[in-house]
């Protein structure tokens, strides 16, 4: 959601987080989560990410939080990604905005285990709609760009960024299309990549009778390391792409 700036405090990992670290059994990976800490923090001060912050988080106390995500019951109904889940110990039935949910989520038949891997791609399916769904471009709009709407409304998401990938960079696209193309399709190999290594170091190894203790670092290393892919994106096509003076403020979508 939108609002006028206001000043907040300068981004940092919250020191409750950095303690809570201590307290798991898993050394190696309690180092590794605390050198993508670090990381984070350092691209956000690279980026110049100003404390200047023009939007807020909505339904936040509607998001399952990974400090009670293995013990609280999950009986009731919580939204996380935009997607309205069922609880048991395991994910049964995925509802809600199949749009910007990841495609795991979307084939899960049973038996699945949301995680931060899903909520990665669903921001990135955000931004894709934000981009091909722009008000900007409702004026202009090639062909290609008519077919990929058509298949991101039709479900269709390796379609449409099989098509996102091979657009070419001219004139009959949309201004917003030209110039956020490359950083969609550097992004979706991310999106890709941290997929795959999710289902061949996480999932593949699974231990029997795997609990928090499994899962938590994995989740935590997980959701870091999508964050750094992010701003990592970022800092790579800021100086191109992202600095596009048709970037004077949000655009509302069509």
């Not at 990974?66 to 049964?92: F, N, P, Q």
């Not at 809600?96 to 899903?118: I, N, Q």
């Not at 062909?143 to 004139?171: P, Q, Y």
Request: proline share 4%; charged share 30%.
């Amino acid at each position: 959601m939108l609002d006028e700036p206001v000043e907040r405090k300068r981004f940092e990992i919250p020191k409750e987080f950095q303690e809570h670290l201590e307290s798991l059994q898993d050394k190696k990976a309690v180092e590794m989560i605390k050198e993508l800490c670090k990381r984070v923090e350092e691209l956000v001060e690279g980026l110049g990410i100003s404390e200047q912050c023009s939007a807020f988080i909505t339904d936040g106390d509607l998001a399952v939080s990974w400090r009670d995500y293995w013990t609280e019951d999950r009986r009731g109904t919580k939204l996380v990604s935009s997607c309205h889940i069922t609880w048991g110990a395991w994910l049964m039935h995925p509802q809600g905005t199949p749009e910007f949910m990841s495609r795991a989520l979307l084939g899960a038949k049973g038996g699945y285990l949301h995680s931060p891997v899903d909520d990665l791609e669903s921001f990135f399916w955000v931004a894709v709609w934000s981009v091909f769904f722009n008000k900007s471009n409702a004026k202009k709009r090639s062909d290609e760009e008519e077919g990929i709407r058509d298949d991101l409304v039709g479900g269709r998401k390796d379609d449409a960024m099989r098509d996102i990938v091979k657009l070419k960079r001219h004139g009959n696209n949309s201004d917003i299309t030209y110039w956020f193309q490359p950083t969609l399709r550097e992004w979706w190999v991310k999106v890709r990549h941290r997929d795959e290594v999710w289902s061949e170091q996480v999932l593949d190894c699974e231990p029997g009778g795997a609990n928090e203790g499994y899962y938590l670092p994995h989740f935590h290393r997980f959701a870091l390391e999508g964050v750094v892919d992010v701003l990592e994106v970022l800092e790579n096509r800021w100086d191109d792409e992202l600095s596009w003076e048709g970037w004077t403020g949000p655009t509302p979508l069509a």
